[in-house]
């Protein structure tokens, strides 16, 4: 239980662990899409009534969003599909395609509705199992020299995948909470580790003491061997 919620916890971190310029377009296409999500609830919305609706209030023309609706009407469909791949595709490094896949999703809603969502986890779905019986064969290879594609490390893989590509909806109202919050809560101090003492060296381990500089002879005398 406890590495479950480790895995939830490193994985809450890893979503909003992005570069400025990464972090601003996830949170408007999150906002995007969960507006959109949950606005089926009470009947057909289309991605871009989403954004037509606060320009209209803005009183900024809209043309333009009609315009590119009507252009990908009928159009835009096969998109569906490159979104699930894309959300295949996210690991916690790559994050950026995730976002990319439900802007994908969004644009083939504007031809096909919601059923765009259904067709991209179908291609996801589909893809994971087909990595998977390929997987089979390598349920006991060794990766030194070679590449394989190994089930349990498959199945943590499309995981990860799944877990941050679901919560993309979640990014903004979550980065807002978290800003609302974090004045008003008191994290644990962190435990410091004590640094640990080096093991002290056996006799044997000792270099043999270097040999001492023969003594030098003053100037104007000789040596003994020079006197004879």
Known sequence: MKEHRRELERLARVVVDRSPWQLGPALLVSAWALVWVVGQVFGPLGPLDVVRAPLRWAGVPVGWVDAVGAWCAGRTGWLAVVGGLAWAMTTARQQVSAVLGWVCVMCAAESVGYGAVHRALLTFAVFLAV??????????????????????????????????????????????????LKPYVTRPPRSRSEPKEQPVAAKSDHAPPAPRPAPRTPLGTTSGRDAG
Do not use: C, M, N, Q
């Open 131 to 180: 990595v998977g019986v390929l997987s089979i064969p390598g349920r006991r290879a060794f990766v030194v020299d070679r590449i394989a594609i190994i089930p349990k490390d498959v199945a943590r893989a499309a995981a990860t995948s799944v877990a941050l590509s679901a919560v993309v909806p979640l990014i903004a109202p979550g980065v807002v909470v978290a800003g609302l």
